[in-house]
């Protein structure tokens, strides 16, 4: 079983020029599969169609928390309003700014067991597909090796039967 | 005059001479141009000083006059651990927010109250722990009173560089001056901190005039800060008292630390020790490991390539020139070494200016007391205004630009993370006045106390 088996081929990505504001909408709506459920992340390609980062919900979180409450413990002085003021001061930075810029992903043809070691090692739930050309041309989620994974532990399933 | 000095004391410049030079005056400019880490380049220098047989490797690790000065070292280790164990309790949120609150929301009363908290600080922690630990506090009150934040920033930097130059352990120029001239904590309060108590309530002056009527804010955000609890800060209040307790105990040593014939290093890593004890930790490695390593080994790098620098003899020729400009007056070197070492520790730092000029001023004193040695040569009452002058120079300078002292760096570094980038040239617009300000009172204090009292 390889990364594009399992895979969700791409049909929505942000370019670096959306702002968050546009690209929390298409967060919102992006179909995931058949369900349209909106997604927790999409990949941010260029205008030559090249990956050049990630924009996940934890992104849009990071946008809104200011750096230095990572160096303290100032968690419990927060007053209300503040999360709010900042989300309305972010709505209009490029998506370029505040995505992940160092993106992890995987091949084609990489075996599973190389896909989960990428999302244990470097901690994501999801990876981006590449192809030959380094195109995007998936993306394979957490959930769904997840799936593939306990139709083992329930089915007893083999790999060689299923690939028959 | 220089010439008897010459002749008594000789030295040759030969290939040594000139490669030893050269290394300290191209690393010293590679730091200065920050195209390289500081800490690495000190260690390739310093590395090169040995390898090149300029110093050998037994006289960079094991000779005080020519090596590592393990004192200054294990001083900063030990009190970085101290500090690391502390901080998770809380305590240096709840002093920040207990701060805010005092100034009951009024944004330049904050900043004052700030200024005063941050120099006290600085003058029992060091000033790079006080402003790692107050500046994300002081962006995140500027935020909830909808401020500018980059004043309060700029002051938590001068500050600091002030309040530092009250104690030994206040500003690194002062440890390594206190090792090398064998002056005692108290020998630092007695000299320093009154022209401290005197330089606080100006500076506060000066910040008021400069951005007193700039700050506004409105009620609903003083009420952000007054509804803040700041004793939800305290998350382990029992290693809180013992950090405390520890921290009372390390101050009281350095206190008496002369009379009881301890080093202030021993004292502290006592206090380390102890503490780590007292935390009963498990898991020393991530306490160790938060030690700022880089800063310990630019300190280890500087040590060796001055040590390189004064065996070849370039720091004899130094002080030669020094003593030719003076002309062996030690009022005119006094005051020549307080402006000198407060342009020159803005420009290049003030931890490898005070590194060169230690070895410097020794060299100098024995010129002009050949005769004397040990605590009689350092201790001359004619020499101790000098030690003095340099670290009024070397600390308040730090003032005078953005890579002037580290705690300025450690100040724009995080600013610059959290969106405020504070310029080079931003910064130098108002530590340089503050400095000359700060600098030129400090002057008149060395001239009435050394010169004119003689107390």
């Known amino acids: 079983m390889k990364a594009k088996d399992l895979m969700i081929p791409l049909q929505e990505y942000l370019t670096p020029d959306h702002t968050l504001k546009e690209a ?22 260029d205008s030559k169609g090249k990956l050049i980062g990630i924009l996940s919900i934890g992104d849009i979180l990071k ?40 993106v992890i992903t995987v091949k084609e043809d990489s075996p599973i067991m190389e896909c989960i070691d990428h999302m244990l090692k470097h901690n994501v739930k999801r990876v981006p597909v590449l192809n030959g050309e380094n195109r995007v041309v998936g993306m394979l989620y957490e959930k769904d090796v997840f799936y593939y994974i306990t139709e083992f532990m329930t089915n007893s399933k083999s790999e060689a039967h299923d690939n028959e | 005059m220089n010439e008897t000095f010459a002749s008594t004391q000789p030295f040759v410049m030969d290939t040594a001479f000139w490669v030893a030079t050269a290394i300290f005056l191209i690393a010293y400019a590679i730091i200065v141009s920050e195209k390289i880490h500081k800490t690495v380049v000190a260690i390739f220098a310093a590395s090169l000083m040995i390898v090149l047989k300029i110093l050998e490797q037994h006289e960079a690790f094991h000779i005080e006059e020519l090596g590592v000065d393990w004192n200054v070292i294990f001083l900063l280790i030990s009190m970085m651990i101290i500090i690391n164990l502390m901080r998770p309790s809380g305590i240096f949120e709840y002093i920040a927010i207990k701060s805010a609150k005092l100034g009951k929301g009024e944004p330049f009363r904050i900043m004052a109250i700030f ?13 790079v722990t006080t402003v790692l630990l107050i500046t994300p506090v002081t962006l995140f009150i500027a935020d909830a009173l909808e401020v500018d934040p980059i004043p309060y920033l700029l002051s938590c930097a001068l500050a600091s560089n002030i309040g530092g130059t009250a104690t030994l352990i206040g500003d690194p120029p002062n440890i390594m001056i206190a090792s090398k001239a064998s002056l005692t904590f108290m020998d630092f309060i007695y000299n320093l901190a009154p022209i401290v108590v005197i330089l606080m309530p100006i500076y506060i002056l000066t910040i008021k005039l400069i951005w007193g009527n700039k700050l506004k804010t409105s009620e609903i955000q003083k009420q952000r800060i007054m509804e803040m609890d700041e004793r939800g800060a305290l998350k382990d209040p029992v290693m809180m008292k013992k950090s405390l307790f520890v921290l009372a105990l390390v101050l ?26 007292l935390s009963m930790t498990h898991d020393p490695h991530h306490i160790l490991a938060e030690v700022e390593w880089p800063t310990i080994f630019f300190f280890i790098g500087l040590f060796i390539i001055v040590g390189g620098i004064a065996k070849v003899g370039l720091i004899k020729l130094m002080s030669l020139q020094m003593l030719d400009l003076t002309q062996g007056n030690m009022f005119a070197t006094s005051m020549v070494i307080i402006w000198f070492s407060a342009f020159a520790s803005a420009i290049v730092d003030n931890i490898p200016y005070v590194a060169t000029m230690n070895p410097l001023v020794i060299d100098m004193a024995k010129q002009l007391w050949p005769n004397l040695s040990g605590l009689q040569l350092l201790h001359h009452p004619d020499l101790l205004p000098v030690w003095w002058s340099l670290a009024l120079g070397a600390c308040l300078g730090g ?7 580290s705690a300025n760096v450690i100040v724009i570094g995080i600013s610059e993370k959290a969106g405020n980038k504070i310029s080079f040239l931003k910064f130098m617009a108002y530590g340089m006045p503050i400095m000359i300000i700060t600098v030129a009172i400090a002057t008149v204090y060395v001239w009435l106390r050394y010169y004119v009292l003689q107390i």
């Not at chain 1, 929390?24 to 390609?45: F, M, Q, S, W, Y």
């Not at chain 1, 409450?69 to 709505?91: C, H, I, N, P, R």
């Open chain 1, 24 to 45: 929390a909408d298409i967060l919102r709506i992006a179909r995931r599969g058949e369900e349209k459920i909106g997604v927790k992340a999409l990949p941010v390609l």
């Open chain 1, 63 to 102: 946008a809104v928390y200011p750096k230095y409450m990572y160096l303290m413990e100032l968690g419990s002085f927060t007053w209300d309003g503040m999360v709010e003021a900042l989300a309305q001061k972010m709505a209009n930075r490029k998506v370029s700014d505040l995505m992940t810029k160092m």
């Open chain 2, 115 to 127: 200024a005063v908290v941050v120099a006290v600080l600085s003058a029992l922690l060091d000033n």
């Open chain 2, 252 to 277: 009281t040593g350095f206190i008496f630390h002369g009379i009881l014939h301890l080093q202030p290093a021993t004292i502290a890593l006592f206090g380390a020790g102890l503490l780590l004890l």
């Open chain 2, 399 to 405: 003032n005078g630009s953005a890579i002037g002292a």
